[in-house]
Nanobody
Framework: VQLVESGGGLVQAGGSLRLSCAAP????????MGWYRQAPGKQREFVAN?????NYADSVKGRFAISRDNTKNAVYLQMNSLKPEDTAVYYC??????????????????WGQGTQVTVSS
């Protein structure tokens, strides 16, 4: 079972991209939902999440904005003022709480397949 991601691509420095992540056909409540990223040769790192609170990595504060659509079990990442160091594969995740319908299980972490974001200088 995976989340479905979209929205990555190639953009010049200073540009914007919007990532989307959804769990179609499912209804559940969450503990948190958000984004991590992994650049070549580096460990996966936290970017942003939302649940009872919204949190951002220091490196993206003021440039990225996370939002959620509870009716679609979807989370979005609006990325502005992109820098070459933002280049990475971006992964969304969800930590489920209660599950009403669909293939997800409660109290578990699920990940998307990853979407490539490349920022050219």
């Amino acid at each position: 079972v995976q989340l479905v991601e979209s929205g990555g691509g190639l953009v010049q420095a200073g540009g914007s991209l919007r990532l989307s992540c959804a769990a179609p056909g499912s209804r559940f409540s969450i503990d948190s939902m958000g984004w991590y990223r992994q650049a070549p040769g580096k460990q996966r790192e936290f970017v942003a999440n939302t649940g009872t609170r919204t949190n951002y990595a220091d490196s993206v504060k003021g440039r990225f904005a996370i939002s959620r659509d509870n009716t679609k079990n979807a989370v979005y990442l609006q990325m502005n003022s992109l820098k070459p160091e933002d280049t990475a594969v971006y992964y969304c995740y969800v930590r489920t709480n209660t599950v009403i319908s669909g293939p997800f299980s409660p109290n578990r972490d699920y990940w998307g397949q990853g979407t490539q974001v490349t920022v050219s200088s």
